[in-house]
């Protein structure tokens, strides 16, 4: 009898383990049409795929990209408009007992359109890139979520050779270094991608002397950034030429090893958005909008070698996606579509195939996703 307890106390645990693992929760960031829209909340099953909404967080006016703390306890969210002192972001605490959030205040961001937002290491810092702004705000964060005011302003300048896409800056992401005290920022309208250090002992955090600028072929656009986890390679799309670029890294220096076409037709005016990197390093994935609307994926070999084994065609204008916790599957928010899909990812070889139509989710305009 007490070996038969014990075996039934042990199922019973492996039981609710399985059961909790299968249940993915993730931040989606929107672009919202009225008070009731905002900041949405999804459950994700990875064995029936099903998405459900669990809540919505509103009032909130266009947060297109959101993140949390590593307790999970403070949300931040870019407001992506534009005033005379520029769009907004803005923080909520989340108790998870009661599952509510509370607002918590927000901050002008000095730049219009802000579209990328990250959490220093320390998380004593919130760092907001404006798209329109074209210009980098750093903002000083406490314990409980408060945002103080930027207390310090990066202003890039130039512009390149697509006279109606890079007229001037426009700062389009920040990524940390997985190792390193440097962030990575994508400018689209500068054809360039920025390292610059940083201090978090220091009063000013950004170390703005201290910028090291790679250019990019002209009139390419890079858009999104991702490291691989040793920092020694960065993956980038080049939005106005549908293109993935990999990147060594050492020594301060970035080195073009490598560009990938994603569409079958050249460009100079594309819609590349997103990229992502499974968790094994082996399968880089990008989407494209526009007329294509598709995911592309890419069998990374040593970098040199890579090549793109798969185009999939998902909803309408797919901005950005994410690899599920178990790496079999991948939603997709399609902005136009108003709808997250999910696709099956095959881990051996990278593929995907599409699921059924009861693993879809109305959302109006989703365009990111962040985990929960």
Do not use: W
Not at 48 to 53: G, H, M, N, R, Y
């Amino acid at each position: 009898m007490k070996i038969t307890s014990k075996l039934l106390l042990l199922f019973s645990i492996l039981l609710m383990s399985c059961s909790t693992s299968k249940n993915n929760t993730y931040l989606v960031g929107t672009y919202t049409e009225n008070k009731s829209q905002g900041i949405n909340i999804i459950d994700f099953n990875e064995a029936s795929k099903v998405i459900s909404l669990q809540k919505v967080v509103n009032e909130i006016e266009n947060p297109s990209f959101v993140i949390t703390n590593k307790a999970k306890t403070i949300v931040v969210a870019v407001e992506e408009t534009a005033s005379t002192i520029g769009g907004k972001v803005t923080s909520f605490s989340y108790d998870s007992k009661s599952s509510t959030f509370k607002k918590i205040n927000s901050q002008f961001t000095l730049g219009d359109h802000p579209c990328t937002v990250a959490f220093s290491s320390n998380e004593k810092f919130v760092l907001v890139g404006n798209y329109s702004g074209g210009n980098l705000s750093v903002f000083p964060i406490d314990a409980t979520g408060k945002l103080s005011e930027a207390n310090q302003t990066i202003t890039f300048q130039g512009k390149s050779s697509n006279a109606q896409r890079q007229e001037k800056p426009h700062v389009h992401c920040i990524v940390f270094h997985p190792t390193d005290n440097k962030i990575a920022v994508a400018d689209l309208g500068r054809d360039a991608i920025d390292v610059i250090p940083f201090d978090e002992k220091a009063p000013l955090f950004l170390i703005e002397n201290k910028i090291i600028s790679t250019k990019v072929p002209a009139g390419s656009g890079p858009r999104h950034l991702i490291f691989n986890s040793k920092g020694n390679r960065l993956y980038a799309t080049f939005e106005l030429t549908n293109e993935v670029a990999i990147f060594d890294y050492s020594d301060d220096k970035l080195q073009l090893l490598k560009t990938l076409s994603l569409t079958k037709i050249p460009t100079q005016n594309g819609s590349a958005a997103e990229v992502r990197l499974s968790d094994d390093e082996q399968f880089l994935y990008a989407s494209v909008r526009g007329n294509d609307n598709q995911l592309v994926v890419i069998q990374l070999n040593d970098g040199k070698n890579a090549k793109v084994i798969q185009s999939i065609s998902t909803g309408t204008s797919p901005r950005n996606f994410i690899i599920s916790n178990n790496q079999k599957s991948i939603l997709v928010a399609n902005q136009f579509s108003n709808s997250i899909i999910v696709f099956d990812r095959n881990k051996k070889t990278g593929l995907l195939t599409p699921t059924s139509s009861e693993s879809e989710l109305t959302i109006n305009q989703p365009v990111y996703f962040y985990p929960f």
